[in-house]
């Protein structure tokens, strides 16, 4: 564990006190945390988002927890390339990566948005080392057939779509405040952190290309989805911002059937950022979860 990424300057330190950590991947540096002792809780992000989204579940747990938390390749302070595979494919084998080279054992993953693809593939692989799973506002089945999104994401593979999101910071500057319950709940501080992550076309490449796989990933979903009954057997908790304009209400049932005997807990206002929105509430039911 080396702490050799500088914070940068716009960084609140005192709202994410953590030491910036290095995982040195083939593909670029990726920033993570790795905050506390005892059982590991292992948070997977999404987009636009970055670790600063969990700082207050860090914070949290990290008295009785060791809580990790990763920065994806593009995305927060990590490297951000460009001819990198952004695929969640991709994402997902250098999260393994991270696991095999911290010696993660017996963890629980806490998952949203893509973070639910990229993260679930561990538990997947390796459900013997995975002890409990919180999902939330996530999926892991083709999209393609649903028009709510395969639409959206055709327009993203266009290049009117590549324009919104590289030029204008689609995801950051449109999506992020639109997916929350009430939007101002979003603190300008508060957005100032992941508009700062994803500055310039370079820096929003990932986003993009996160927005594409919505359909280009069509046979890794397929793949995940075809394997859901291999984490009947871990504890799970399904928690779900009900306002999520984004990832609808109907996905949650969804999980409830692929998961049976998981526990449910619902957010009637919160939207998609259930860590941001409902961090108190959320905290409550992950220390109810996993004690």
């Keep these: 564990m080396s702490p050799d990424i500088a914070p940068p300057s716009w960084l609140d330190r005192t709202a994410y006190p953590f030491t910036c950590r290095t995982y040195h991947h083939p593909d670029g540096r990726m920033h993570y945390v790795d905050e506390g002792h005892g059982p590991v809780l292992l948070f997977v992000h999404g987009t636009p988002d970055w670790s600063f989204g969990f700082r207050h579940l860090i914070e949290a747990f990290s008295a009785t927890h060791r809580c990790v938390a990763v920065d994806h390749l593009g995305f927060g302070l ?121 500055p310039d076309a370079q820096s929003r490449i990932a986003t993009h290309a996160l927005a594409k796989e919505i359909l280009d990933a069509e046979p890794f979903w397929a793949a995940q989805w075809n394997q859901v009954e291999r984490l009947r057997r871990i504890p799970a908790l399904l928690c779900w911002g009900m306002k999520d304009k984004f990832i609808p209400p109907d996905f949650l049932d969804r999980w409830k059937r692929a998961l049976p005997n998981a526990e449910v807990k619902t957010f009637p206002d919160a939207g998609h950022f259930l860590h941001e929105e409902a961090h108190a509430e959320l905290s409550a039911a992950l220390r109810a979860f996993v004690g």
């Design 78 to 198: 990590s490297d951000k390339p460009r001819t990198a595979d952004f695929t969640v494919a991709a994402h997902a084998k250098r999260l393994q990566g991270l696991i095999d080279h911290l010696g993660l054992r017996d963890l629980t993953l806490v998952v949203t948005d893509f973070g639910g693809g990229i993260g679930l593939q561990h538990a997947l692989r390796h459900p013997e080392n995975v002890k409990g799973l919180v999902i939330y506002n996530t999926w892991l089945w083709p999209l393609n057939e649903d028009k709510r999104f395969a639409k959206p994401a055709r327009i993203a593979r266009s290049w009117f779509g590549r324009m919104l999101y590289l030029r204008f910071g689609f995801s950051v500057n449109v999506m992020m405040p639109s997916a929350y319950g009430d939007r101002k709940k979003l603190m300008k501080a508060v957005h100032a952190h992941y508009r700062n992550a994803l």
